[in-house]
């Protein structure tokens, strides 16, 4: 992650980002210090949506 | 996985780097008490070479290693009744930096109003000698609630431990690893020591963990097989103190486990220890300090006991973790929790601010928030405590076994 997803400001040097796992989806941390926006992005293997009943 | 740069920043204490700027903010433990005395002795701390002693008067002094004379180490001084003097020409020199005194230069030359020791303001609390070597004025030395009760004993457990300091706090925000590296990992070594029973305590399964940053660190809570979140675990929790101590323990035990950055890659670990039943412990003279070994004697590390369990898997993970080849899942959210809040206080501090933790203002003491019945039960988590931690190195330890007066359990 380069970007801040929230203000778009360049994640440099002061800002956090960190990749974990869940299952086959990295999910990356990112916390940027020009607009203290955490958030996690999610870099999905797979787009599952649940069918409702019908 | 972190990448190198961000591992750098995370680990990095010396001066000038921002987690070296954020730590300076703090105050420090330096020294026990019995360091401080009229013999200088050589400390090390976020990088820097220090020596710590006593003068006759009774003032402690902390100052930069070498002598601003020649170079030479001013641990090889003698303390006299004002200051500390150096054994190489004898300068003398106070415990606020001022020289004193320059023996071998002409009587009426102000020479020594011109040269100064660094020096740092160091306190005592608890037994512990404190010190601050950031920009003055320092912030309030805080007096976290088990350095100052007066109706409870206490003992100082310590070790240097080979790598960086940050590896052992990312434990402290690792609720899982206990019912594996103590619970399973130390049940197994039982048995192959021929113990018929697995710990009790700690093998419990982990149904949930939260983590919530306020006001003194990152509060962990936790909810157990068998356990509600009407359990203290969940509804007390413990704290994670900002941005070097565990709070851990139950009722009547409370413990710090203080991480102490000597450089980037050793670290300065404290178990301090409070014992206080109900209606509180009677006076105690002194503190007992102990040292913690690290290794057998035929050189293998002490992995029969909670906290040596917990050594190894902190040194075993390098001198300084290599971040860019692990995998965290979300079983490490409290870690990836910690290493934020890291990045956040050194960008406050970056900008100018107060980091979190930082107190200006007088006070008493500060109360932190722990569960009393720590893993369902006080009384079961002592017993376990006191048999499976560095408290078993304690030179009061039958005595601490005495004051509460626990039931020996089934399982020793």
């Known amino acids: 992650m380069r970007f801040c997803p929230g203000c778009g400001a ?21 916390w940027c210090p020009a607009c203290s926006v955490m958030c996690t992005v999610v870099l999905a293997a797979a787009l599952v949506g649940t069918e409702p009943e019908h | 996985m972190l990448s190198a740069e ?12 921002p987690m070296g700027e954020l730590l300076r903010r703090y105050w420090w433990p330096v020294a026990t008490h019995d360091m401080a005395t009229r013999v200088p002795v050589k400390r090390r701390l976020l990088g820097e070479d220090l020596v710590l002693f006593r003068d006759g008067s009774g003032t402690v002094g902390l ?13 090889l ?12 020409h004898g300068w003398r020199f106070s415990a606020t930096g001022e020289c004193l005194e320059q023996p071998g230069e002409p009587a009426d030359s102000t020479f020594k109003n011109r040269i100064r020791a660094t020096a740092y303001p160091v306190q005592e609390l608890g037994g512990l000698v404190f010190a601050y070597l950031g920009p003055l004025p320092a912030p309030e030395l805080p007096r976290y609630d088990l350095f100052v009760w007066d109706d409870a004993w206490r003992d100082i457990g310590h070790a240097e431990l080979p790598c960086n300091f940050v590896q052992i706090m990312e434990n402290s925000v690792d609720p899982y690893h206990v019912e594996w590296l103590h619970g399973r990992y130390g049940s197994f070594l039982r048995e192959l020591g021929g ?21 003194h660190g990152i509060l962990k809570r936790r909810v157990l097989e068998g356990h509600t979140e009407e359990d203290e675990d969940w509804k007390v929790g413990h704290p994670l103190v900002f941005p070097h101590m ?12 203080i991480r102490v950055p000597i450089d980037d890659e050793n ?18 003279s002194s503190i007992p300090v102990y040292e913690i070994p690290l290794v057998d ?40 929790m910690l290493r934020k809040l890291y990045a956040e206080q050194m960008d406050a501090v970056a900008r100018g601010e107060d980091p979190l933790c930082t107190y200006r203002e007088p006070h008493d003491v500060i109360d932190l928030p722990m569960e009393r019945d720590k893993f369902g039960s006080a009384v079961e988590f002592r017993q376990l405590w006191t048999r499976e931690s560095s408290v078993r190195y304690s030179p009061i330890r039958d005595q601490v076994l005495e004051l509460f007066g626990d039931p020996v359990p089934a399982w020793t």
């Not at chain 2, 100052?63 to 641990?75: F, G, M, S, V």
């Not at chain 2, 003698?78 to 200051?83: A, L």
Request: aromatic fraction near 10%; glycine fraction near 10%.
């Open chain 1, 10 to 30: 360049a994640l440099g040097e002061a800002a956090f980002v960190q990749e974990y796992w869940v299952a086959a989806d990295r999910h990356v941390v990112c």
């Open chain 2, 6 to 17: 961000k591992n750098e920043r995370l680990t990095r204490v010396g001066p000038g780097t």
């Open chain 2, 63 to 75: 100052l930069a290693e070498q002598c601003p004379h020649r170079r030479a180490a001013l641990w």
């Open chain 2, 77 to 88: 001084g003698c303390t006299e009744e004002e200051g500390l003097r150096c054994g190489y």
């Open chain 2, 195 to 215: 113990a018929a029973a697995p710990l009790p305590v700690v093998t419990k399964k982990h149904v949930k963990v939260a983590f919530e940053v306020f006001e």
């Open chain 2, 246 to 257: 565990l709070r851990v323990g139950a009722a009547g035990l409370a413990t710090f486990q």
């Open chain 2, 267 to 284: 670290t300065w670990h404290v178990w301090y220890q409070t014992y206080r039943p109900d209606g509180g412990a009677p006076p105690q």
């Open chain 2, 297 to 336: 004697e035929r050189g293998e590390y002490l992995r029969d006991y909670v906290d040596g369990q917990d050594i190894v898997a902190w040194i075993t993970q390098g001198r300084i973790s290599d971040r860019t080849k692990e995998h965290l899942g979300r079983s490490d959210l409290g870690v990836i």
